[in-house]
């Protein structure tokens, strides 16, 4: 082996002065830390120093833990791990009780490994657990009476339990592609919900390979709905169809 080669794969360093340069302005004016796709394997310690950001994404590295110091960030409301490795969260991430937003899907976390203290983010309105190994769901999510919208998509679970579908103020349950028993069931969950579809403006370049190629599948489908539909310059000419308005005039002298 040649002097100085790498034993095995290692990540990015991030240092105090590129984590403050990854620092963005959200369109309402909030302070984002955005570390995505940056090849991280460690939870930077350096970004403590900044952790009055109302806004962490860490998602899109190779993090497998997230430390306990993770509770410095009192003033965060949304926090996004998708897309790691992660296998457990830490008890003290019930300590963010300002957080509004939680997308932790597409890791390794499983039901045993979901702390309890999750059930302390009252102010939470968005929780996406989509794409992991859950097996089921704890009850004690009920408590989070602020959710709107909840993301279980692509886990092994066989129930989803009442506390969570009779949410006070849920508007969206994803539970698609999870091995319930009565297929009708998952039919069930989604549609005894109230939904609103929310529209995400993102660039290309942002979307995994699988996302991008069913968005332009989709846009294709749609190109192809366009080319069927007749073009509104061809007017269709129906010269023995009565409507309302030409009966009215014909008739109007008779109803003064």
């Known amino acids: 082996m040649a002097k100085g080669k790498a034993k095995g794969q290692k990540g990015k360093k991030i ?24 090849g991280i394997t460690t939870f930077p310690k350096c970004i403590l120093k900044l952790a009055d950001v109302d806004e962490l994404d860490l998602s899109r590295n190779m993090l497998k833990k997230i430390p306990d110091s993770i509770q410095k960030f009192q003033k965060l409301r949304w926090l996004d791990l998708h897309s790691n ?21 597409n890791n390794k976390l ?9 059930n302390l983010l009252k102010n939470l309105r968005t929780l996406n657990l989509g794409l992991n190994r859950l097996d089921n769901i704890p009850t004690t999510l009920g408590a989070l009476k602020e959710l709107k919208e909840v993301s279980l998509f692509d ?16 508007k969206k349950l994803n539970v698609k592609r999870n091995p319930f028993p009565d297929p009708t069931q998952q039919e069930e969950h989604v549609d005894s919900i109230k939904r609103t579809e929310t529209l995400y403006l993102v660039q290309e370049k942002d979307l995994c390979c699988s996302c991008l190629k069913m968005c332009q599948d989709e846009r294709d489908k749609l190109n ?8 509104s310059s061809k007017k269709l000419n129906f010269p023995s169809l009565l409507t309302p308005n030409s009966t009215a005039k014909d008739n109007q002298e008779q109803w003064r």
């Open 15 to 38: 240092t105090l002065k590129a984590a403050k340069n990854s620092i963005r302005i959200t369109f309402d004016g909030r302070r984002r830390l955005d570390l995505s796709k940056m």
């Open 110 to 118: 499983t039901t045993k490994n979901l702390p309890v203290e999750l």
């Open 155 to 170: 886990n092994f679970l066989t129930t989803i339990p009442t506390s969570v579908t009779k949410l006070p103020k849920l």
């Open 85 to 105: 490795q992660l296998e457990e969260l830490p008890e003290a991430i019930g300590m963010l009780q300002n957080l509004v937003y939680l997308n932790i899907s």
């Open 224 to 231: 192809k709905l366009k080319n069927m539909i007749p073009s």
